[in-house]
């Protein structure tokens, strides 16, 4: 689920097997993973769930791709204890279950994450990266927190409303263009409600073939045809993850050569 206009639910996709390079604590009243950087470069990123919880090998995975740029993460457990959805559960409850789970009411828990990352682990410079419900969650955070350096919002979309799109931080939107969830309609009318409003800097980018939950639900290896296009994303929001203050300017540069790369005509 990644659209608040038509909430649905959507497949796990792939579930890596994965181990995990972090460890969990105790963040007042929520648990984390939390993966440090070996570097101390006063820099962590908020990793944010999707529907499927903290605890998704795929997430973690995610997380510790960024924390080895040199980078504390942490993956907080935004539904508080509440069990993440089962993939064999039954759909039609899904919309109910939903209803407890709101991604636009996590300033509290987020409050205590920016908390301990400042005290605990000594960061001065916080980004944040969500997938599917965790994409909405970013969505909401740009609007309220300036002083987040960058965000990254991967396929997750807020309603149509006049008051979610004036961003304050730097902010990366990744959708796929076959995405059951969410209609290219929807993304195009973000588009156009962004340019109207927003004030900051921002970017739009839609993988072309590609389907809900392909940037961390989908193995790198799953296809030819797809792993360009996963490793474009992933390198796309780890060049914003990273905190970098030319991010969103340099990415188009970033990308080009990355296509590059891909076909050859670099090395």
């Known amino acids: 689920m990644a659209n608040e206009a038509h909430p649905c639910p959507c497949d796990i996709g792939h579930r890596i097997e994965y181990g995990g390079l972090g460890h969990e604590v105790q963040v007042e009243h929520i648990k984390a993973y939390l993966t440090k950087s070996p570097v101390d470069a006063g820099k962590a990123v908020v990793v944010i769930q999707d529907i499927f919880g903290w605890q998704l090998p795929n997430t973690r995975y995610m997380a510790d791709m960024i924390a080895g740029n040199g980078y504390t993460t942490i993956v907080p457990d935004f539904f508080v204890g509440q069990e993440p959805w089962d993939p ?18 996590i300033d509290k828990e987020f409050d205590a994450v920016l908390k301990y990352l400042k005290q605990q682990c000594q960061a001065k410079r916080i980004g944040v990266v969500g997938f599917c419900w965790g994409g909405i969650a970013v969505h909401h955070l740009m609007l309220k927190y300036p002083e987040l350096r960058a965000g990254v919002s991967v396929y997750g979309i807020i309603k149509d409303a006049e008051d979610v799109y004036s961003l304050k931080n730097p902010t990366l939107f990744i959708f796929a263009e076959n995405d059951a969830v969410i209609p290219l309609e929807q993304v195009s009318l973000l588009t156009q409600k962004l340019k109207e409003h927003c004030k900051v800097e921002y970017q739009i980018k839609t993988f072309s073939g590609q389907t809900h939950g392909f940037v ?15 490793d474009e994303a992933r390198a796309n929001f780890l060049q914003v993850a990273l905190i970098r203050k030319c991010a969103l300017t340099c990415l188009d540069h970033f990308t080009f050569t990355l296509q590059k790369i891909n076909q050859g005509v670099l090395k």
């Open 88 to 105: 064999s559960g039954d759909w039609s409850t899904f919309p109910e279950w939903l209803k407890t789970r709101n991604a636009r009411k």
């Open 216 to 230: 961390h639900r989908k193995r790198e290896d799953c296809s030819p045809e797809d792993k360009p296009y996963i």
